[in-house]
């Protein structure tokens, strides 16, 4: 488990307002899946228990983050049920190394039992996870699990995702350039966000933008985010969408909802004891 | 000692604080990077001493990664290297103090997760990784009088004489640029500080402000981005207009291109920018030497 941190105050907003708001590492007791981003005031807050590798204290992402799928089990020390992975968020750059951190998903009274600096175990599977009948889309994040919620259709030969939000490139701020496996991108742009009020577990598109090799925009492409943090305070920041899937128009499109994974991301972490997974036919 | 120009708009340079720095020229990096067709490639990245491109050579083209102008100098403490990246300013001179090349005159020339110094080829041809380089600090908290919307960031005053070309007659600053890049453009750099580091930009989307065909890039041109604001965070913002100066080149790896350290931000009604081919800083470095 990761500590709450506190980190030099980074680039601020225009308007001069510092951000002095919880967010990064640490435990949050009460926010989940499903909740509105508006309903807390945090700066990148990830819902649940936010997890981190490097025991050294370096920030970075270690083998569990590039490993980690959402989606995936999380268990206590002692083998008992903590939650789901839910979310990532942090990145690399030049200079500085924000922290790495996987969201954990799971119910408060399990929550208001671990503390940071607990030892807890990601049972990681989804490396690799590809859908046979379209191999032109790239799966980033996905565990098996996490695959048998997407709202996917067949349609004339696409696979079509619904999505609660559909955003230009140049909505795709911090998490740019880097790669999908490590933290989010986040939406940095408020005339986009001006529509519908994101929660978190939604399923957001990026348009002209792909994800298979990095975070870039890439005309004729498509990206697919689940919202994972709320708002982040700073110039180029906002909430923030771990990369689910990404392909060409030809082979990946994105329609308007019902797009969130919130609730069912919720009931998989309160799932008493987790049925075995029987693959379907279509990712086997 | 300030850098020679024929005209200074007002500003407050007069109380800036003057303050010598130093740092140690870095190893150089080699990049492992994947680029967007999945092929994986190891490159000669950011860092060390660049030898064989200089300050006014194309930006594009070479087998690199991040290709960092000059020589690239950092502080081994963290915080002192984090003064040199905040305090340095594009323009200011800078001097060799160990090994054969002192004491080799130099100039700030961008700034990456290392700060970029120009230096003639005869003195690049005898510097080394460990060589220690010296600043001369000067431009942080430079403000244009009577401008307040117009954001300066890592500007030497003398700079920034040669960088604005006099007033429209509607009172818009005049900015002479090389190229001009749309909002799609922006890549990696969104959401850092706009006074460190730079903003990664697509070569494929320069223009020529006059023309609007495409641009041929070069390593210290002045460009300016449309729809982002650099006031505090790089982020995108309807309206604004980013300009600063080309310092690295560009990257095999999707979201990534040449880095453009930023010099000025403004609402676009502020400012006039205007095509002009010398408007590269080796220009501003051979009439200061002169």
């Known amino acids: 488990m990761a500590p709450a941190r506190w980190h030099a105050p980074g680039p601020g907003t225009a308007g001069g307002r510092p951000a002095l708001l919880p967010g990064c590492g640490g435990v949050a007791v009460g926010v989940h899946m499903g909740d509105e981003l508006g309903r807390w005031l945090g700066d990148h807050l990830m819902p649940g228990a936010c997890v981190e590798d490097r025991a050294d204290g370096q920030a970075g992402p270690g083998s569990v983050h590039m490993l980690a799928c959402l989606g995936n089990r999380v268990r206590s020390a002692s083998g008992d049920l903590l939650g789901v992975v839910a979310g990532k968020r942090g990145g690399l750059a030049p200079g500085f190394l924000p922290p790495s951190l996987l969201a954990v998903e799971a119910p408060d009274e399990r929550l208001e039992r671990i503390c940071p600096g607990e030892r807890v175990m990601v049972e990681t599977t989804g490396r690799g996870l590809q859908l046979t009948d379209h191999p032109g889309i790239c799966l980033s994040n996905v565990s098996p699990a996490l695959l048998d919620l997407l709202p996917v259709q067949e349609r004339d030969g696409r696979l079509a995702v619904a999505v609660t939000a559909w955003l230009p490139s140049w909505a795709a701020g911090s998490g740019v350039g880097q790669d999908a496996w490590i933290g989010d991108l986040d939406i940095a742009d408020e005339e986009a966000l001006a529509g519908p009020s994101l929660r978190y577990g939604d399923l957001v598109a990026f348009q002209d933008f792909d994800s298979s090799a990095g975070r870039f925009r890439r005309p004729g492409y498509v990206s697919v985010g689940l919202v994972c943090h709320g708002p982040g305070r700073g110039d180029g920041h906002g909430p923030g969408a771990c990369i689910v899937m990404s392909g060409p128009a030809a082979e990946l499109t994105a329609v308007p909802g019902p797009a969130s994974l919130g609730p069912q991301l919720v009931e998989l972490a309160a799932r008493p004891s987790p049925p075995q997974r029987v693959p379907k036919e279509r990712n086997a | ?290």
């Open chain 2, 1 to 290: 000692m300030s850098m020679p120009v024929a005209t200074e708009p007002p500003t407050n340079a007069a109380r800036l604080v003057r303050t010598r720095l130093a740092g140690v020229v870095s190893p150089a990096s080699a990049n492992a990077v994947v680029s967007p067709a999945g092929r994986a490639e190891v490159l000669p990245g950011q860092g060390g001493v660049l030898t064989s491109v200089q300050l006014g050579d194309a930006a594009t083209g070479w087998c690199s990664d991040h290709l960092e102008v000059g020589a690239s100098v950092r502080h081994p403490e963290p915080a002192a290297d984090q003064a040199l990246q905040v305090l340095a300013c594009v323009g200011n001179q800078a001097v060799v103090l160990d090994g054969p090349a002192a004491p080799a005159r130099g100039m700030v020339a961008g700034k990456h997760g290392a700060l970029m110094v120009a230096f003639p080829p005869s003195a690049l041809a005898l510097i080394g990784p460990g060589d220690r380089v010296a600043v001369e600090a000067f431009g942080a908290g430079l403000q244009l009088t009577g401008e307040d919307r117009v954001v300066l960031h890592s500007c030497d005053p003398a700079l920034l004489g040669w960088l604005l070309d006099g007033t429209e007659p509607d009172g818009r600053l005049r900015v002479r640029i090389a190229a001009q890049f749309s909002r799609e453009a922006a890549g990696a750099g969104l959401g850092m500080p706009a006074s460190r580091f730079n903003l990664d930009l697509d070569p494929a989307l320069a223009r020529h402000p006059a023309t609007g065909t495409a641009a041929d890039l070069r390593l210290g041109d002045v460009v300016a981005v449309v729809d982002q604001d650099h006031r505090r965070g790089r982020r995108f913002r309807s309206g604004w207009l980013a300009v600063g100066v080309l310092c690295h080149g560009r990257s095999a790896a999707g979201g990534h291109g040449v880095g453009m350290a930023t010099l000025l931000t403004a609402p676009a009604d502020r400012l006039s920018l205007a095509g002009d081919a010398a408007a590269n800083l080796r220009s501003f470095w051979l009439a200061a030497a002169a």
